[in-house]
């Protein structure tokens, strides 16, 4: 079976960080990929092809996940994780996501119709 490249991600993210294609076509482009390479078993965490599936991943459901431009540095960077230094990549990944102020992405996403954002009760107050 024909595996997911690194390269084919760093593509899409490229195209997106130039202006070329806007968060609805990298959605679009991103599940046509996912579709393509969809592991058939749950891959392991710590392999080389785990990296660029979860970039992917990410952009396949970034209107729901509130992926947007400001990330694609975050995600290049776990794209170079060397070989054998996955671990050390999924750690900065994780710590990267954990450190996005969630509540200020609302608000500033709260006019851009593609990304699911629910309205909570204080914002119809």
Known sequence: ???????????????????????????????????RYIPAEKYDRVSPQSI?????????????QLVTPEDIPAMFRFLETPADQERLGWQAWYQYWQNIDYNRRRQSLRDNQYYSIPQRRSDRE
Request: zero cysteines; glycine letters at 2%; hydrophobic letters at 40%.
């Open 52 to 64: 660029a599936l979860d970039v992917l991943s990410s952009l396949e459901t970034l209107n729901v």
């Open 1 to 35: 079976m024909e595996q997911l490249q690194r390269q084919q991600v760093r593509d899409l993210l490229d195209r997106w960080q130039r202006g070329e294609i806007d968060e609805r076509k990298v959605h679009e482009e991103a599940e046509v990929l996912w579709d």
